[in-house]
């Protein structure tokens, strides 16, 4: 039993020690960090755990649309790019104080209907996001992987 709890209790130090080692306000892939590690981190430092892994994406709109769901966005969500910039920024910001997000977007489509270039603009997105937040001294780290 005692080799359980140490496992349990050695995963909740990484977890926590993760976000110590991870710049405040970033947009990073997620390379050798795990989701689970992620989200405790997260539920330890009080911090808002937004995920969404996108699997079954091909293009734009489903990215957008698997983003909307697994965020809870409003139901007027525009499902396009600036929409999602105003609910990770103005949305959030004008719902009151905010103790910091860790977002992870999982399996990002890597295929000619969302190319390169529509990766980097979504992940611009963040990248704004997250310089929206450190303006206000708030921690957002966003983390993402491919297919």
């Not at 359980?4 to 977890?15: C, P």
């Not at 997620?30 to 293009?59: C, W």
């Not at 910001?93 to 980097?120: M, T, Y």
Request: hydrophobic share 45%.
């Amino acid at each position: 039993m005692s080799g359980g709890f140490q496992e349990f209790s050695d995963q909740r130090r990484i977890a926590t020690m993760l976000l110590q080692t991870v710049r405040p306000n970033i947009v990073q892939a997620i390379r050798a960090y795990r989701v689970e590690d992620l989200m405790q981190a997260a539920q330890d430092a009080g911090q808002h755990f937004l995920y969404a892994n996108l699997t079954e994406a091909q293009s734009r709109q489903d990215v957008l649309e698997g983003i909307a769901q697994a965020f809870l966005f409003p139901a007027h969500f525009g499902k396009n790019l600036d929409a999602l910039h105003d609910c990770m920024t103005d949305l959030v910001h004008k719902s009151g104080a905010q103790p910091g997000f860790v977002v992870v977007l999982e399996q990002l489509p890597d295929n000619i209907r969302f190319d390169r270039e529509a990766r980097e603009q979504l992940l611009d997105v963040f990248r704004d996001a997250a310089d929206f937040w450190a303006e206000r001294k708030i921690p957002f780290r966003c983390f993402y992987s491919f297919q």
